[in-house]
């Protein structure tokens, strides 16, 4: 009873999150309180009020209007870092459970080498070669979601593989990319899907993370992440500086995670218990 | 003794396969790295020098095979920014973060596993529910800002408590501890909250065992029931956590020397990249990952020791 209901409360909460935050990306392309960019050295580093709702940074920008633009930067190292991660986990993973053989055991080991490097290292050395910005911290966070979704994928088709179904496929002779594709992956999309969504979630948090460290998006783009790292120096004149940043990205993550958990759920009957 | 060989040699194969991107990832650099530290416009007999003293002229096998022996002698060249053996700066910052690294450890284990096993034992009461929402709260908050928020309201008000910077063992243990445990806290947290989960859920798994209920009729003191009997059985899904954790520690070392100024390899490593100094960062990058595989490597050893079926598979 209170697990279906901490369900429920996962889905509506995290729905209420992400929808709340896709809807305020949306208006951040035609509406802003302030100018995003616009700097004015009178107006700088003041406290909450009723025009600067969140105070101003170091350049008098508004910091309510930076966190609603800084929805898109999230958003769309989100969607690169997943689009990368799915593509290329469920085309290895794909591969590496179907042929099984030798195939499997080198794609397999290159997998555990990739899982080998904590994943922040792996974008901080993936960053320190192709440079900082949105796209480049996007592909770097990307590589490091292949391995995890690999592994997902290539355990479903090894699980599929010997249906009856598939033999079915092979018998009437259809090849190997359309039995992969058509036949088997439907089977494991619901897993994929569930992958995608926590993806979704640690890419945000990485995302924050390479930023903060100067190495993530780089100026002028709006990011969470990079704003802490400028409030950083502010910490005893303007706290209230640090507090915004830092509560949109929890709030962000938070949502996601609620809502992976409750698509997991939805998803996958074996979670329920 | 054949599960720990195959192990091992799986081990072996990944650190190879490691140090192949390690070295290979540098190698699709776009530019000529003699070129960005002399300039576009130095004098070509320079060039050459400077390209055979780096071996840069030998064949890619040759750098290769170079690199990798230097792994296991302890000499990695010289970082470009530093001018100084890279063995040598990596051991100088070694010790904090490895300090750092223990502290950060010993609250994750020592918060999260009573606290799981609290958890468990009140499934669905209001403890356990404040709990499990707590958590993923716990998960989602970046550990950068939650430093920032410790050095506002903990390390700013707290005498103890420095704000930034390091002191060294050797000069003193509490000043040591007073640089290193907020940021140990910081890094802790969000694996507390991971790890707390975990516990839970195998602890919950063994509850409901009959083992459990047969020493509970034998009138055995709960306290007895859940660390030696429960426990133990819970240990070996744990483990696995811990050793994820661990690269997860090490990984949030490198973030939370920055929040700290902490000097510590992390630092050195972004200050690396910074610097575009790359003999510097493959070192660390390759160092860092050989030490996460083998700790999870002697988590497997300790499987089979805690649970004897493990070594027959």
């Given at each position: ?34 100018d995003v960019t616009a700097m004015n ?5 003041l406290a909450p009020n009723g025009t ?111 249906a009856e179904y598939v033999l079915a ?105 | ?313």
């Amino acid at each position: 009873m209170t697990s279906k209901l901490l369900k429920n409360f996962n889905l509506l909460i995290g729905l209420f999150i992400v929808g709340g935050l896709l809807l305020i990306m949306i208006i951040s392309f035609f509406y802003t309180p302030h100018d995003v960019t616009a700097m004015n050295i009178a107006q700088k580093l003041l406290a909450p009020n009723g025009t600067n709702w969140f105070g101003t940074d170091e350049f008098g920008r508004d910091i309510f209007s930076r966190i609603m633009k800084g929805t898109q930067t999230a958003f769309l190292v989100g969607v690169i870092t997943v689009f990368i991660g799915v593509v290329f986990g469920v085309l290895i993973g794909g591969i590496a459970g179907y042929f099984g053989g030798w195939t499997d055991e080198i794609l397999s080991r290159f997998l555990d080498a990739l899982m080998a490097f904590p994943g922040i290292i792996l974008a901080l050395m993936l960053v320190a070669i192709f440079g900082p910005g949105i796209v480049n911290t996007s592909i770097a966070l990307g590589v490091i979601a292949i391995p995890g979704i690999a592994r997902i994928v290539r355990s479903g088709f090894v699980q599929q593989r010997e249906a009856e179904y598939v033999l079915a496929a092979k018998l009437i002779g259809a090849n190997a990319p359309r039995i992969m594709f058509r036949h088997i992956f439907p089977n494991i999309s619901s897993q994929i899907i569930v992958a995608a969504t926590i993806t979704f979630a640690t890419a945000m948090l990485a995302e924050a993370a390479l930023s903060y460290l100067g190495l993530g998006v780089q100026p002028p783009d709006p990011s969470w992440g990079r704003m802490l790292k400028d409030s950083q120096s502010y910490l005893t004149s303007a706290p209230w500086y640090v507090y915004a940043p830092g509560i949109a990205i929890t709030i962000m993550v938070l949502g996601l995670y609620m809502l992976s958990n409750a698509v997991r759920d939805l998803l996958d009957p074996r979670s329920k218990q | 003794m054949l599960y720990l060989l195959r192990r091992f040699v799986l081990l072996i194969v990944t650190v190879i396969f490691v140090s192949f991107i390690t070295f290979g990832v540098f190698q699709i650099l776009p530019g000529d790295p003699v070129l960005t530290m002399l300039g576009t416009e130095a004098d070509p007999a320079q060039i050459e020098n400077l390209r055979s003293e780096l071996g840069l002229d030998l064949p890619l096998y040759v750098q290769y095979f170079d690199w990798i022996t230097g792994l296991f002698t302890g000499d990695l060249g010289n970082s470009i920014r530093f001018s100084m053996p890279v063995m040598d700066l990596m051991l100088d910052r070694l010790p904090v973060t490895l300090s750092l690294a223990a502290i950060t450890l010993f609250i994750v284990c020592a918060v999260s596993l009573p606290l799981g096993m609290f958890a468990a034992r009140r499934q669905n009461k209001l403890s356990d529910l404040t709990l499990s929402t707590a958590t993923q709260i716990g998960m989602a908050i970046p550990s950068f800002w939650l430093g920032m928020m410790l050095i506002i309201y903990v390390a700013m008000n707290v005498d103890f408590f420095r704000i930034s910077g390091y002191i060294p063992w050797s000069t003193s243990v509490t000043g040591a501890f007073s640089t290193l445990l907020l940021p140990a806290i910081t890094i802790a947290i969000p694996q507390i909250a991971i790890n707390f989960r975990y516990v839970r859920t195998a602890i919950l798994e063994q509850i409901r065992l009959d083992y459990v209920r047969t020493i509970r009729s034998k009138g055995i003191v709960e306290r007895i029931v859940m660390y030696k009997h429960v426990l133990k059985n819970a240990l070996i899904p744990i483990l696995t956590v811990f050793g994820l954790i661990s690269a997860e520690v090490m990984a949030g070392t490198i973030i939370v020397e920055q929040v700290f100024s902490i000097p510590g390899v992390g630092q050195l490593l972004v200050t690396a990249i910074n610097n575009r100094d790359f003999p510097l960062v493959q070192g660390i990058v390759m160092y860092i990952t050989i030490a996460v595989v083998s700790i999870n490597f002697i988590i497997d050893i300790l499987y089979s020791i805690i649970d004897p079926r493990i070594r027959i598979r």
